[in-house]
Nanobody, 117 residues
Framework: QVQLVESGGGLVQAGGSLRLSCAAATSIFSISVMGWYRQPPGKQRELVAAITTGGGTNYADSVKGRFTISRENAKNTVYLQMNSLKPEDTAVYYC???????????WGQGTQVTVSS
């Protein structure tokens, strides 16, 4: 069983910053691809950023240059630093863990991010 707990969401004004954290209670964190997804109101869940076991990253075009994903294997934690936030970044943000990068993976409960204009 894999447990993922997100934190760091909240209400912020446009142009502000937030840092999301996802702590994983599992022994397989270091061999897993970690991702952040988001689901805006009334829309489908979408990939925001992902980071491989080797530190390789990829980002959605909409967040490139503003968001940074990182991981700290010693703490079984993945982070999402979000800068220059926009109202369209408003969504529930979910952490995802994919063992060895395969399959649907495991999901956290989500954390709400609201950006006011």
């Amino acid at each position: 069983q894999v447990q993922l707990v997100e934190s760091g969401g909240g209400l912020v004004q446009a142009g502000g910053s937030l840092r999301l954290s996802c702590a994983a209670a599992t022994s397989i964190f270091s061999i897993s691809v970690m991702g952040w997804y988001r689901q805006p109101p009334g829309k489908q869940r979408e990939l925001v950023a992902a980071i491989t076991t080797g530190g390789g990253t990829n980002y959605a075009d909409s967040v490139k240059g503003r968001f940074t994903i990182s991981r700290e294997n010693a703490k079984n934690t993945v982070y999402l630093q979000m800068n220059s936030l926009k109202p369209e970044d408003t969504a529930v943000y979910y952490c995802n863990l994919k063992p060895a990068g395969y399959g649907p993976g495991y999901w956290g409960q989500g954390t709400q991010v609201t950006v006011s204009s």
